[in-house]
């Protein structure tokens, strides 16, 4: 597995496993954890940054990052227990 998905993983680290295997198999999921990793990475540009717009950015991504979450977590907890870690 590449870079990617490292946030995620480090969200939910007792599913490492899990989620490699998924992103690995699975396009969509893999999307879904690229856009995680992208929004983590840009609320952390945003919590540094002293522009105008910072809070309100930080409060969108917050948003985003929580979305996310919950969709992955759905994923996880639709699947069969012999995917499971």
């Not at 690995?24 to 983590?40: G, T």
């Amino acid at each position: 597995m590449n870079d990617k998905g490292h946030h995620i993983i480090g969200r939910f680290p007792d599913k490492s496993h899990t989620l490699a295997r998924l992103m690995a198999e699975d396009q969509e999921f893999f999307s879904l954890c690229e856009d995680y990793d992208s929004c983590v990475d840009a609320m952390h540009y945003w919590s540094k940054s002293t522009e105008p717009e910072a809070e309100t950015r930080i409060h969108e991504y917050r948003n985003l990052i929580r979305e996310l979450e919950e969709e992955i977590t759905q994923v996880l907890v639709t699947l069969k227990p012999t995917l499971l870690d």
